[in-house]
């Protein structure tokens, strides 16, 4: 069964992140957020949002492929892949084909995206 709400947070948060809107983003994201890089890097909530604010990644476009939703006890597992197009920390501008598996839970009265972990697909 599919969530509208839930499905509309990660299209929000895949806009957010394609236009760098880090205002949307810092509403999208839980207080305690991080994301975990393809990379493996493990990155705080408020050091993305930062390196968004001053260039240093740069996004110019996410266009989803399928998503995926699965209740959890705590709220929802969802699993998407994305073609993003940016450019991280001075490199080149490339599109990389990513699979982030997001979890969302509500926190302070709102449905709230508690982690990232993006890897390839």
Request: hydrophobic letters at 40%; zero cysteines; a negative charge.
């Amino acid at each position: 069964m599919m969530n509208d709400e839930i499905l509309n947070l990660y299209r929000d948060y895949n806009d957010a992140m394609a236009t760098d809107d880090t205002v949307a983003l810092d509403r999208l994201l839980a207080p305690h957020f991080t994301l975990t890089h393809m990379t493996g890097e493990v990155q705080p909530r408020a050091e993305w949002l930062r390196e968004l604010r001053l260039g240093t990644m740069h996004y110019f476009s996410s266009v989803e492929d399928h998503v995926e939703m699965t209740a959890t006890d705590a709220g929802w597992r969802v699993v998407g892949q994305n073609r993003v197009t940016a450019s991280i920390r001075g490199g080149s501008k490339y599109t990389w084909p990513l699979n982030t598996v997001m979890i969302v839970e509500q926190s302070a009265g709102r449905w709230q995206i508690m982690s990232a972990v993006v890897t390839t697909y």
